[in-house]
């Protein structure tokens, strides 16, 4: 798992602005990102992928192969960012 998103987990565990919200560790400890991941392997989500933020038809994953985030759809992979940091920055942009 990339630093960027366990720097992520440590300072703000989860949360989001402007209806962008990423996965993460909630209040009560819970690893939410591992159970959203788990639910989504039953999907077809690959075993590299790890899932940071669900926009209905897709969802944006962690490729723990290289460390980018991919867009993932039972239909379809594609890789968007290239790092964590990169995915962040572009998405809460987005979002003000």
């Excluded at 209040?27 to 989504?40: A, D, I, Q």
């Excluded at 999907?43 to 867009?71: H, M």
């Amino acid at each position: 798992m990339p630093g960027q998103y366990l720097d992520f987990l440590r300072t703000y565990g989860h949360g989001g602005i402007g209806g962008i919200e990423v996965i993460g560790i909630g209040r009560s400890r819970k690893m939410l990102f591992v159970s959203e991941t788990l639910k989504y392997r039953e999907f077809g989500l690959d075993n590299n992928l790890i899932l940071l933020e669900s926009c209905d038809e897709w969802v944006y994953c962690i490729d723990c192969n290289n460390n980018s985030i991919v867009s993932w759809s039972r239909e379809d992979i594609q890789n968007v960012y290239p790092d964590f940091d990169s995915y962040l920055l572009d998405r809460f942009t987005d979002a003000t």
